[in-house]
């Protein structure tokens, strides 16, 4: 079984202890301190004056910190929800491979969290990987169906750096190019174009060689609509991502859209596709709601450890 080394194994409970209760003292992480004082020092605002723009609700961890255990444990670890649901003797291995304590989750935070001293910006678009920037840092790359909510995502995780434009619509197919952003000098998060309906003309050709040519991607983020499970064009998306040898992982969008009963059905007929049918797909699936923001967090988390800035973690 592939796991994530230095972080898997960890049961949530232990995982979450060190959440503070409502009320108590929050223990910030050296880079997220750092951060909160070069904010209120009078950093300069960059870009787009949002500096003063509100934070979603659940956006920041310090708000989940002032939830109920129970509320904040589902938000943070939202695959363990459906847990109680499964049938008596359902092997749970694979919903617990990845199990951040809060420090790890403290210091993914402070990587999408932009001030002066460490920007977060959108780099450039391509259509041919000759427009691409540079292979400068280790890569992450989004894609997905049309209207499967990949833009709702990445604004999502980049909801911590407001002034950060990432356009959503309401009409499929809206992303035509590559998009690059760079997340200071740490990585970039790369926002592929939508396949399936809408899709660019040259969006095989365009895909293709971004997965064979960027020899700094460290892994591929396949967005599957929580609602209604793989498709067609997913399957796809993975004998390419299969053929190709890229490793990747599948992340369920849009659950607070789901009942409970589709979503388990989904989260376990999808379990059972990647142990028997996949040789490159992360095990654990992520789930996540950009409007409730239930699992942005540990896929913070994620990007952070599979782009080499979170090898470890302390045992809470």
């Known amino acids: 079984m592939r796991t994530e080394k230095g972080l898997e194994g960890e049961p ?4 979450l202890r060190a959440f503070a209760a409502p009320g108590e003292h929050l223990r910030l992480s050296r880079a997220e301190a750092d951060s909160r004082r070069t904010r209120s020092s009078g950093a300069r605002p960059r870009a787009g004056g949002a500096a003063g723009r509100a934070l ?5 961890l310090s708000q989940v910190l002032r939830l109920e255990r129970s509320r904040r444990t589902a938000i943070v670890f939202p695959l363990q929800k459906l847990e109680r649901y499964l049938a008596p003797g359902t092997d749970t291995a ?3 491979l990845f199990q951040p304590g809060l420090a790890a989750l403290q210091r993914a935070e402070a990587l999408f969290r932009s001030d002066r001293g460490h920007p977060i910006d959108y780099v450039s678009s391509a259509v041919r990987m000759e427009h691409a920037p540079p292979l400068a840092l280790p890569e992450v790359c989004f894609i997905g169906r049309s209207n499967v909510g990949k833009s709702s995502l990445i604004r999502a995780l980049f909801s911590l750096a407001p002034e950060v434009e990432v356009r959503v619509s309401k009409t499929p197919g809206h992303t035509k190019k590559i998009n690059f952003f760079k997340v200071g000098k740490y990585f970039t998060l790369v926002d592929m174009p939508g396949y399936g309906y809408r899709a660019p003309r040259d ?4 895909v293709e060689a971004y997965l064979q040519e960027r020899r700094n991607l460290k892994r591929t983020f396949l967005l599957v609509d929580g609602v209604v499970g793989l498709q067609k064009t997913d399957h796809i998306a993975i004998e390419m991502l299969e ?3 890229i490793p990747y992982v599948m992340v369920l969008t849009k659950t607070d859209r789901a009942s409970r009963g589709v979503l388990l059905k989904n989260v376990l007929e999808i379990q059972e596709f990647v142990k028997e049918s996949t040789q490159g797909c992360f095990p654990q699936l992520f789930l996540v709601s950009s409007v409730e923001f239930s699992g942005v ?10 782009t080499g800035n979170l090898p470890t973690v302390e045992v809470s």
Request: with cysteine; glycine share 6%; charged share 25%.
């Open 94 to 96: 694979r919903f617990r």
């Open 56 to 60: 979603p609700p659940l956006a920041a």
């Open 297 to 306: 967090h540990l896929l913070r988390c994620f990007v952070a450890h599979v």
């Open 243 to 245: 053929e190709f040898g």
């Open 203 to 206: 969006f095989v050709e365009m």
């Open 12 to 15: 949530c409970e232990e995982g």
